[in-house]
């Protein structure tokens, strides 16, 4: 896409107005452009309400993310999670994952193509960073995933590929973009938030104003295990990542999620166990185990034995702690983080 064409979907209703003014259209007409590319019209051709040659001038000047479907995968259980690898203008490649629940849809979308976190067990965080993806990018993800089902997505969870605090700036625009009664009108209660943990960002959030749900992936109980899984535990120390929780907590007085992947070995024995939960007793929050999705050819590491799981739950629920270990939904699709894409489509 040419440098200087403004992505309508990466903008607020406000800009989008700011800008036609300056090109001499009327106010009113970037309350239709804009209604447009919300609905997930992707042309300004097919924008039947605006007169030809400002549709033109609209071409001239602006651009709706479009991304196009690579590949789709279904799982066969029946849980019906559906996987997305979608292809970029730039030809890189992305993940989206469509799960659906009880309460409605749910989509788990990428922030970043690749990721330069480096976490040992993770497929994207193996295979590097390339770039930020821009709001319009995030938002159509979602966008592409409801036209295809014919479906509305009522949740969100940045939990795709990418760490969304590394794109700070452009996934704050986005989740504004998402939750405006302007843009797609998602309630800020079912958005969340995955991050591995960058200590100052956390701070940052808490005074957005966007009362996400703030997922935290832990997976270790010390700065030890912690380290040696995830690189960033070398910048920000343990002590420090729980006390950044702890102010998130009491600011947007929402439950906070430790996500702890058990790897066999590594961090799924007892005193793991009682070492995290002394640690965050008392703390509003709820734990949630995940097993180590062992397709994941990025690294050696193995998932817990289901015995160890369980204890280690039991452990947990013995010191007052709220935990589940997370059903895997899609895993017979390659659903967790980047194993699609690193799988070479
Ligand atoms: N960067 C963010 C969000 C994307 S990763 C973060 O790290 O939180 C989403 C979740 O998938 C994280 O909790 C991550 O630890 C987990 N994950 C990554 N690779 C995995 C694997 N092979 N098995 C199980 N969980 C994995
Ligand atoms: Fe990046 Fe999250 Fe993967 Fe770590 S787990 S490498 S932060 S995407």
Redesign the pocket.
């Known amino acids: 896409m040419s440098a200087q064409l403004l992505d309508v979907k990466s903008m607020f209703k406000s800009e989008l107005e700011e800008k036609l003014l300056e090109l001499g259209l009327v106010k009113y007409r970037a309350s239709q452009v804009y209604g447009w590319a919300m609905a997930g019209i992707n042309s300004f051709s097919d924008m039947s309400n605006v007169p030809l040659t400002e549709r033109k001038l609209l071409d001239r000047n602006f651009f709706l993310e479009n991304l196009v479907v690579k590949k789709a995968l279904i799982s066969d259980k029946k849980d019906e999670t559906r996987k997305y690898l979608f292809k970029l203008s730039d030809d890189n490649y992305i993940e989206s994952v469509l799960l659906k629940y009880k309460y409605g849809y749910t989509a788990c979308i990428s922030t970043q193509v690749g ?1 330069r ?3 040992k067990f ?1 497929a ?2 193996m295979s590097g960073f390339i770039r930020n993806l821009t709001p319009g990018e995030m938002l159509e993800q979602i966008q592409k995933m409801n036209s295809i089902n014919k479906i509305k997505i009522s949740h969100v969870v940045l939990m795709g ?3 969304p605090l590394d794109n700070y700036e452009n996934v704050i625009k986005f989740l504004n973009i998402l939750t405006d009664a302007n843009g797609l009108n998602i309630s800020k209660r079912n958005v969340s938030l995955s991050t ?1 943990g960058i200590v100052n960002k956390i701070y940052d959030l808490s005074n957005e104003n966007l009362a996400l749900t703030l997922s935290v ?1 832990l997976h270790a109980s010390n700065d030890k295990i912690r380290k040696n899984l ?1 690189p ?1 535990g070398k910048k920000f120390s343990f002590d420090d990542l729980l006390k950044a929780c702890k102010h998130y907590v009491k600011k947007v007085k929402r439950r906070i999620s430790f996500e702890y992947t058990l790897i066999s070995g590594v961090n799924d024995s007892v005193e793991c166990a009682l070492e995290l939960a002394s640690k965050i007793k008392g703390m509003l929050c709820h734990v949630n185990l995940i097993n180590l999705n062992k397709t994941c050819k990025a690294s050696s590491l193995l998932p817990s034995t289901i015995v160890s799981a369980n204890k280690f739950k039991n452990t947990l629920l013995r010191k007052g702690i709220n935990v589940t270990i997370r059903r895997n939904l899609g895993s017979d699709i390659r659903a967790s ?2 194993q699609l894409r690193a799988s070479g489509v």
């Open positions: 990721c976190m480096g976490c993770c994207t965080g590929m990418g760490e591995c992936s995830m960033v983080c980047g």
